[in-house]
């Protein structure tokens, strides 16, 4: 018996207001909970059952009635934005339209879609009564169920975990944290969707290239501090390119870094200000008309990281569209049909007269091919690798996830070169040659101040590409680029880790000379201040093509 002393001191009607109030925290943990304290008879059945049921209902009346008063405006809330996407929930409110009263049922039992079906049932203002039924039945069924099963089976689950740890309230949390998986785990296996999402989420235990940067990155920092000492300052890497603010760390202007390249090595580029969207459409019709560009574009912040917010636009309606979503300066770019990408890293020291490639990235774009019967977002989320970023995916589509490509029907997923963004990366060292080293240190030496990057490249002929001619280069990152081939999937994680601690290593060594010639590094307060003001001002649409 778990003997927690929860709630004995409070009265009936506290214990329910307490639970209630839980609800709004968490539904399914205050259901769990409740179970475990039923069994243990510290809660009462039906108070633990009322209390659970009432929150629920009362959660979902107030995600209805959010969508009924507010209408669209609730999705340009913080609270909404990072939850669900203003796609989702248009499918969602389809899903309502086709449905009915089966998708406010369902939208009970299925993780994640019950926010977005419940606001769009609000904002399609449907008849009130209906909805209030539907939600009481579908609450009536769930919470019982669920809160007397965890009352049933607890003490099976608390009993051994008690006599592992010695200890009551441990047991009782690490239960409920066992019983919080196994519904999150039984729900998502109910359905095709689900299913992908738990694989997914499984896969990416070893799939490493999909790990969080902090996960990834935290093996790093004892090298780092390791360099830091070394090379007396933490900040030592910022004086590696003189020519960027920080070196690149954050903050850096894309079109200002590009104008310091040769033009015939860049995609045509132009810097579109800040500003009412009505004079910046008509500022970059005034440049394409001048320079002889005409539409299909690539837009995107000239402020940004890791693709987000890059878009091809086609007319000047997406154009339009575009620079309204996105109200800072804007970078726009002849579209460079490709069809080819590469990260050529380069680096070269401060006394010596010619650079190296360090490596190359062969970014291979997501395609699916139809097969005239499945969905877009079907084929995404069977498919082993690109159910791993679905969403994002989905995201980007919008209401075109759900179009059925033609049987062989080619689809491709993305076109930013980002892995983030669902590029696959390939390690690139077959295409490294004397010709194609020697023309990117010819460019990167007429950029005075820069040292160590990697040249976003887009090309048409494998055989150019490796003999250093037609390059076209769309961005040139800075400091804290990477050597994007150890997101190379076939790769072991110790050979990723190899090439990132060699390259930090590589970058401390340039800035300590370059210091040595008298550059200054980034104070740490700076670069914080600098990365506030950048993720604080930073207007995109998440969105990337």
């Not at 009936?12 to 639970?19: M, N, S, T, Y």
């Not at 980007?396 to 179009?403: D, F, K, N, S, Y």
């Not at 990117?440 to 490249?457: C, K, L, M, P, Y």
């Not at 490796?466 to 072991?492: H, Q």
Request: aromatic residues 10%; positive net charge.
């Amino acid at each position: 018996m778990i003997d927690l002393d929860i709630g004995r001191g409070l009265t009936p009607w506290a214990q329910l207001g307490a639970i209630i109030a839980a609800t709004f925290v968490s539904e399914d943990l205050t259901c769990i909970a409740s179970g475990l304290l039923i069994r243990s008879r510290q809660l009462d059945g039906f108070v633990g059952v009322a209390g659970c049921f009432l929150g629920i209902f009362v959660g979902d009346m107030g995600l209805w009635l959010m969508g009924r008063a507010c209408g669209r405006r609730v999705l340009d809330t913080a609270w909404v934005r990072r939850r669900v996407s203003a796609a989702r929930i248009e499918r969602m409110g389809d899903w309502f339209d086709r449905r009915g009263w089966t998708a406010i049922v369902a939208a009970r039992f299925v993780p994640g879609t019950r926010l977005p079906v419940y606001l769009g049932a609000g904002m399609l203002g449907r008849r009130a009564d209906r909805f209030v039924l539907w939600a009481l039945l579908a609450a009536l069924v769930w919470t019982p169920l669920l809160v007397l099963l965890v009352a049933a089976t607890g003490e099976a689950v608390v009993a051994p975990l008690r006599r592992f740890t010695g200890s009551g309230g441990v047991a009782f949390v690490a239960a409920l944290l066992l019983f919080a998986l196994l519904l999150r785990g039984l729900t998502l296996a109910a359905t095709s969707e689900g299913r992908s999402r738990l694989a997914a989420s499984v896969c990416r235990l070893w799939q490493w290239e999909f790990w969080p940067a902090w996960l990834f990155y935290a093996p790093l920092a004892p090298w780092l501090a390791w360099l830091a000492i070394r090379h007396r300052g933490f900040t030592t890497f910022t004086a590696a390119n003189p020519a960027i603010p920080h070196g690149g760390v954050v903050g850096e202007s894309k079109y200002d870094i590009l104008r310091r390249l040769p033009a015939e090595w860049t995609v045509p580029s132009a810097l579109i200000a800040a500003g009412a969207t009505r004079r910046r459409l008509d500022e970059l019709h005034g440049i394409m008309a001048a320079r002889g560009w005409t539409y299909p574009l690539i837009l995107k912040p000239d402020v940004g990281q890791r693709g987000v917010g890059l878009k091809k636009v086609g007319d000047a309606r997406a154009a339009e569209a575009y620079l309204t979503a996105n109200p800072d300066a804007v970078l726009a770019q002849v579209f460079h049909p490709g069809p080819y990408e590469a990260g050529v890293f380069y680096y070269r020291l401060p006394d010596q007269p010619h650079g190296r490639v360090f490596s190359i990235t062969d970014k291979q774009f997501p395609i699916v091919i139809g097969d005239g019967i499945s969905s877009l977002e079907s084929l995404i989320r069977k498919h082993r690798r690109y159910r791993m970023q679905a969403d994002t995916f989905l995201a980007r589509l919008g209401e075109g996830a759900h179009r059925v490509p033609a049987a062989c029907e080619r689809v491709q997923l993305a076109i930013a070169g980002n892995h983030c963004q669902g590029t696959l990366f390939r390690d690139g060292a077959h295409l490294i040659t004397p010709e194609l080293e020697a023309a990117i240190d010819a460019i990167a030496q007429r950029v005075e101040g820069f040292h160590f990057g990697r040249f976003d490249i887009r090309y048409s002929n494998l055989d150019w590409f490796r003999a250093g001619r037609e390059l076209a280069i769309v961005e040139l990152n800075g400091v804290t680029s990477e050597s994007t081939n150890i997101y190379d999937p076939s790769w072991p994680l110790w050979r990723a880790y190899a090439v990132l601690f060699r390259q930090w290593s590589i970058l401390f060594r340039i800035g300590a000379a370059n210091r040595r010639r008298g550059h200054a590094v980034s104070r740490i307060r700076d670069m914080l201040r600098d990365a506030r003001a950048h993720y604080r001002n930073r207007r995109v649409s998440l969105v990337a093509d």
